[in-house]
């Protein structure tokens, strides 16, 4: 793939990408945007949307206006743009980086920037206990004439417009303090600068995403949580992992991304098909899906034998001789066979580098059918929300001599404040993420263990002075039980 380097005017490099060749292989990229890949598009609001970009396309973000995907391929991920005229967008700094024009009373106007914001501001007032925000009578500037600024010229200055105005038609913007004046600046921001940033598409933000959309669906899970089963379940390149995953897909598309698309990972479902939905968000080729992905459901598990499907070959001249059709359904079947009989035997034979859950079934129930599947001095991990049922299956597994050490943890990042003067943590965060357990399976000696204590510990070695004295009191116990005892008289 050809590509060329140039500066832009937002000091940003931007990568041209020359046509790819029709044999070329899909690939994701990771440092640059590229067309054809699904990204994240962090809007000013705080909102998160995931978008395919098509080299030809027009993106839509609603209220924020619309760019075209071409104007924002060869840019590094992190960039952050700015939608301007005829849905063109300009490379920016970050999402807040602008300038600001505050007019004052009989004065020119007077332009500041985000290093003089703090100028601006020193005047303000220690509290904000005189204010008094009751709509109009502290807004001066009415909804009508945001309305007409918005269509007086390009979305990028009617945003700026619209700040200024409101900022200088507010009665008590300079009653506020430091820190409520910026908070109140950035809320303007947010709702009325189109902007956005594309970031890439990794398996913290896909998670991010499906906890904004539908927490139950992930099963409560964190970013910590999941930072924790792949580091505790060591997922790595190469590795041939068990998978149970109740998430659509999330943890399978975080393993994926970690595996850089080497080895393998069989997941256990319990339906005709696995939920793997969020892989529709992967842009691996078909064919490195299915060399990574296996699918096999519980009964398969259970009882393998009964569930492989007997299957033999026909000759090549039958097969030659059978019409399109039903030569093309019976290559799909023997595909089909020999997929299922393959992670049967697979499954049935073992060695997996590491079994890793995140289910809501009753894993007491089922773990007796996948412990003898992992292989030795490798990791068991399973997630819960709920600690009390991580806490039987701790007492489960202290039970099995198979098991190492079962021990759960909780990691938790709490967001802070972080300004000059404030520290303290967001009130609006959440406070909880799930609970992992973490064991090793080892292989216990055979014929039992042979428990080394106090009593079985080896004796010290004594000194030849001990052992004379320890003969002297030997030999003169043997003396005294060779003295017959003298006669009684009757």
């Known amino acids: 793939m050809k590509m060329e380097v140039d500066s832009n005017p937002g000091d940003s490099k931007k990568v041209e990408f020359s046509a790819l060749s029709s044999n070329a292989i899909k690939c994701k990229s990771t440092s640059h945007i590229s067309p054809d890949q699904h990204v994240v598009l962090r809007l000013p609001s705080e909102g998160i949307k995931i978008i395919e970009l098509r080299n030809s396309g027009l993106i839509s973000l609603g209220k924020f206006g619309c760019f075209e995907v071409s104007g924002i391929l060869g840019y590094p991920f992190g960039q952050t743009f700015e939608i301007i005229e005829d849905n063109k967008v300009k490379p920016?700094?970050?999402?807040?980086?602008?300038?600001?024009?505050?007019?004052?009373?009989?004065?020119?106007?007077?332009?500041?920037?985000?290093?003089?914001?703090?100028?601006?501001?020193?005047?303000?007032?220690?509290?904000?206990?005189?204010?008094i925000n009751i709509g109009s009578k502290i807004q001066k500037l009415t909804s009508e004439e945001i309305d007409k600024i918005k269509k007086s010229g390009a979305s990028s200055d009617a945003g700026q417009k619209i700040i200024e105005q409101i900022i200088a038609g507010h009665g008590g913007f300079d009653k506020k303090t430091i820190y409520s004046q910026q908070k109140y600046l950035k809320r303007k921001q947010q709702k009325f600068l189109k902007r956005f940033s594309v970031e890439y598409l990794g398996g913290s933000q896909l998670l991010e995403y499906s906890i904004l959309r539908d927490l139950q669906k992930v099963l409560d899970m964190s970013e910590e949580s999941m930072a924790l089963l792949m580091t505790y379940g060591n997922v790595r390149p190469g590795g041939n992992y068990l998978l149970i995953d109740e998430t659509g897909g999330v943890l399978l598309y975080a393993m994926m991304e970690r595996m850089q698309g080497q080895g393998t990972i069989t997941i256990i479902h319990e339906n005709e098909h696995p939920?793997?939905?969020?892989?529709?968000?992967?842009?691996y080729p078909i064919e490195l899906q299915e060399r990574m992905v296996k699918t096999i459901n519980w009964l398969q598990v259970v009882e393998p034998e009964n569930e492989k499907i007997i299957w033999e070959d026909l000759p090549g001249e039958e097969v030659d001789s059978m019409k399109s059709n039903k030569k093309v359904q019976y290559y799909r079947r023997q595909k089909r066979a020999n997929?299922?009989?393959?992670?049967?035997?697979?499954?049935?034979?073992?060695?997996?580098?590491?079994?890793?859950?995140?289910?809501s079934l009753d894993m007491t129930g089922v773990l007796p059918y996948l412990i003898p599947k992992i292989g030795g001095s490798r990791p068991i991990v399973l997630y819960n929300q709920f600690k009390e049922v991580l806490l039987d299956i701790q007492h489960y597994l202290s039970n099995d001599k198979r098991v190492l050490a079962p021990s759960i943890y909780e990691s938790r990042v709490r967001p802070y404040q972080t300004i000059p003067g404030r520290l303290h943590p967001m009130m609006t965060s959440r406070g909880y993420g799930g609970y992992v357990l973490w064991g090793t399976k080892v292989i216990p000696v055979e014929g039992g263990l042979t428990a080394v204590g106090r009593g079985n510990q080896l004796k010290k070695k004594s000194t030849p002075v001990e052992d004379a004295k320890v003969k002297s009191e030997a030999s003169l116990d043997s003396k005294a039980s060779e003295t017959p005892e003298p006669a009684k008289l009757s």
């Open 275 to 283: 939920n793997i939905i969020a892989l529709r968000y992967s842009d």
């Open 339 to 359: 997929d299922i009989n393959s992670v049967i035997d697979s499954v049935s034979r073992g060695n997996f580098d590491a079994l890793i859950s995140v289910s």
């Open 92 to 131: 920016i700094r970050s999402m807040t980086d602008q300038t600001v024009d505050i007019p004052e009373e009989e004065e020119t106007e007077q332009e500041i920037n985000k290093d003089t914001l703090t100028q601006l501001f020193t005047n303000s007032a220690e509290n904000n206990q005189n204010i």
